[in-house]
């Protein structure tokens, strides 16, 4: 078998040789960097693509174009206002506004309007600690009178507490809402073994459209343990939702003294009892993003 050295070759044919090794190096680099990751991203995409056909079978969504633009506008025909008839959108900021107003009165009166700013801006805005301390100190000196105590440290538990201070005050104003209730509906406070009265104040709920997004509600919820009769709680419980009120009930526990522990020949009918309620206010927050806008408020974030 004949064969050619390299060095016997004619320059044109290493000139040759040395270019189509040059294309096949090229063509293997654009291969493995271009062509591969592209084909590569297509079987993924391919497969999303897939994944999403199946979801959307199973959803019931219609995959055909012109039914599901059709479907996509009922949609946001039933957003908007149209005919003279509420969309979703106007009735979810209703019944927001509604839900929220509980503050309004409160908020006006400790932080009067300028003319630059609402009285909402002050309070969201410019709330300080002094501002929380004189508030604590005033509703603490009403509930004495109803022989209720109230400590700061069932507002702030963590001494490195960073909640801001508009959302402490919220939660006191919802506390003098629910005490001053039960207070005028003849309902008694328990109390703990350290006098305190049993008024437990839980972690704010912030709700949200998306993760990045600040919350545009929040909610305080506020547990008490009291006793009374039927007809007292009842009374209460009517008065915690009117025009200007919006403190609805959470949970419920209502227990009685067991039958054991009444006297020997004192009538079984049962008056007392025993109420665990948790009821929550809730507070629409400014969207403008100014100083606190910007700080996250503490609590259990949901969409």
């Known amino acids: ?31 493995w960097f271009g062509i591969y990751p592209r084909m590569k991203w297509r ?20 995959l055909d174009a012109t039914v599901l633009n059709a479907h996509i506008r009922e949609c946001i025909d039933s957003l908007e206002d149209k005919n003279g008839s509420k969309g979703l959108v106007s009735i979810s ?6 839900a929220t107003r509980t503050f309004d009165d409160d908020i006006r009166e400790a932080y009067p309007a300028t003319e630059t700013a609402s009285s909402m801006e002050l309070f969201y805005n410019n709330s300080t600690r002094i501002d929380y301390k004189d508030l604590f100190d005033r509703i603490s000196s009403e509930f004495k009178e109803y ?22 005050m919220l939660k006191l104003w919802t506390t003098r809402y629910l005490v001053r209730a039960a207070v005028k509906n003849n309902l008694t406070l328990a109390k703990n073994e ?16 998306s993760q990045n997004e600040n919350p545009y509600l929040l909610e305080f919820p ?17 008065s915690l939702q009117n025009d200007n009120l919006f ?29 665990r309620i948790t009821c929550s206010s809730f507070f629409n927050t400014p969207q ?14 949901r969409k």
């Open 247 to 275: 403190l609805p009930m959470k949970t419920i526990s209502v227990k009685s003294k067991p039958p054991v522990d009444f006297p020997p020949g004192e009538s079984r009918n049962i008056t007392e009892l025993d109420f």
């Open 194 to 209: 350290d006098g305190l009265s049993r008024i437990n104040v839980m972690r704010t709920a912030a709700y949200t459209l």
């Open 147 to 168: 022989d209720i105590s109230i400590s700061q440290k069932t507002f702030e538990p963590d001494e490195d507490n960073s909640e801001p201070v508009f959302q402490l």
């Open 1 to 31: 078998m004949y064969k050619t050295n390299y060095r016997d070759l004619p320059h044109r044919h290493k000139k040759l040789l040395h270019l189509t090794a040059a294309a096949l190096l090229v063509m293997l680099v654009m291969m």
């Open 222 to 238: 506020i547990a008490l343990r009291f006793s009374g009769t039927m007809e007292n709680f009842l009374s209460f419980m009517k």
């Open 43 to 62: 079987a993924s995409f391919e497969e999303q693509i897939m994944e999403e056909r199946a979801k959307l079978k199973k959803s019931g969504v219609p």
């Open 93 to 98: 900021n209703e019944i927001i506004e509604k």
């Open 288 to 301: 403008d993003k100014n100083d606190k806008g910007n700080k996250s408020p503490n609590g259990d974030a």
